[in-house]
């Protein structure tokens, strides 16, 4: 590559604005793509499994009512609200792992804000 004033490249206008229209419409497709990827998490020993996609839109909870029913047949609220905010939490960590390594691959690793 050419180099002009200062020691920077010279750049092509039109090269580069094709470039970011393609990075741009593969970043659109990774973002339609991730919302048919899922992460899940699963706490309290089986009791509350939350499903998320990869635009962390949380997609299932299941609760095991024989997992988290005390000896005499009451349920802890507590402990559920407990054990599901611990799951929904865990799934959006996942889910905002998989966004990140999936728009990692389309950005190359250009550091740039928002987009790694």
């Known amino acids: 590559m050419s180099k002009g004033r200062g020691g920077m490249p010279n750049l092509n206008p039109a090269a580069l604005q094709k470039q970011l229209q393609e990075m741009q419409q593969k970043m659109l497709d990774v973002q339609n ?22 635009q962390q839109h949380l997609t299932d909870v299941k609760i095991n009512a024989d997992t988290i029913k005390e000896a005499d047949g009451s349920v802890d609220v507590e402990m559920l609200q407990d054990l599901i905010t611990a799951a929904v939490n865990d799934a959006l960590e996942r889910s905002q792992q998989l966004a990140a390594t999936r728009m990692g691959a389309v950005t190359g690793g250009l550091g740039l804000p928002g987009l790694t």
């Open 33 to 54: 793509a991730l919302a048919n990827e899922t992460v899940s998490s699963t706490v309290g020993g089986g009791a509350v499994t939350v499903t998320m996609n990869g």
